[in-house]
């Protein structure tokens, strides 16, 4: 398996991890995990979401957030906005990035935002104005990728056009996100592979979840495909609200040590990562998905049981 030499990861767990937590994440310690993230120098944080208190409560202190955290040269900090008054307030409080969503199927997207794709589209054409006025770049996220958990299969056909509708409202960047982890890395690389070749000089991020534990192995898939621009969640936090079960999104310790072991840089610590995920447990009170935080990076080694060091062979 070919792979690239570096990739870039996006945590996303203070945004799509602490938005669906029961009780509310205090503005603190939402900093407080920015701040750590940042240290163990991961290059992209989606550090909350500019919209309306009553839809999504726990990020009612976006401004709050992004104006306390401590900025380290190097990492760009995101927000995900719904529509321009919410590309209006993240422009304000200072974001480096915008992120935007749509999904792929009409049925998902109603259920998620109450609009039709063509009404979301035109939402996002006037986040776009918004971000070219400022210039601030915006990536545009396409939910239910490669399924969607009411209608099933979304045709390739269906999603490259809402690509090209991105695109041709000036979208630099796309994100394909498996909402509801229903890919498989055949159908990842068939999908990467069609979408690249038609629209060339896109900058593509993957955004998976672990609902049937094929985040990982979905992420190689695209990476063999030269995607090189990946969406985590601390711990794995996170989750849809329409997939009974989820176990929530890729877990960034778990995906940095894969990367890691096959030689793939991503410039982030993972002890420092890992002490992040640790705190994080302490902060939502209940373990996470994550396996690289219970069972240790694979360079642990344990000390030898009573009596065998006595009988190992002597080494040549």
């Known amino acids: 398996m070919e792979l690239p030499e570096h990739v870039t990861i996006c945590e996303v767990g203070t945004r799509d991890g602490f938005q669906i937590e029961p009780d509310f994440v205090s503005t603190e310690a ?57 590309a ?11 992120h935007t969503v749509v999904s792929a199927s009409e049925s998902h997207n109603l259920a998620n935002v109450n609009m039709t794709i063509a009404e979301s589209i035109q939402k996002l054409a006037a986040v776009m104005r918004v971000a070219e006025q400022a210039r601030i770049p915006v990536s545009c996220g396409i939910s239910t990728s490669f399924g969607c958990p009411f209608e099933g299969d979304v ?20 994100g394909l996100a ?31 979840h672990d609902t049937r534990a094929m985040a990982i192995p979905n992420i190689l898939a695209a990476m063999a495909c030269g995607v090189t621009h990946f969406d985590s969640s601390i711990g794995g936090l996170g989750g849809c609200p329409f997939a009974p079960g989820a176990s929530g ?54 000390p030898l049981p009573d009596g065998v060091a006595a009988r190992l062979p002597a080494r040549p």
């Open 249 to 302: 999104n890729v877990c960034s310790e778990d995906l940095v040590h894969c990367l890691g072991a096959m030689g793939v840089e991503t410039g982030i610590d993972l002890d420092k990562l890992i002490a992040v995920s640790r705190r994080v447990q302490e902060i939502v009170a209940r373990p996470l998905p994550g396996q690289i935080i219970k069972a240790g990076k694979a360079t642990r080694r344990y």
């Open 88 to 98: 209006l307030r993240a422009v304000d409080a200072g974001v480096d990035t915008i």
């Open 178 to 208: 498996d909402t509801t982890g229903m890919a498989n890395p055949r159908q990842v690389g068939r999908v990467v592979e069609h979408l690249m070749a038609r629209f060339p000089g896109i900058e593509w991020t993957l955004h998976t």
């Open 30 to 86: 939402k900093i407080e995990v920015v701040n750590l993230l940042s240290d163990a120098g991961v290059p992209r944080i989606e550090v909350t979401s500019f919209v309306h208190p009553k839809v999504v409560p726990q990020m009612r202190d976006a401004e709050e957030v992004i104006a306390k955290i401590r900025r380290r040269p190097g990492t760009r900090y995101a927000a995900l906005v719904p529509n321009d008054k919410g």
């Open 155 to 174: 045709p390739l056909s269906r999603l490259e056009s809402v690509v090209r509708r991105l695109v041709d409202i000036g979208a630099p960047a796309v």
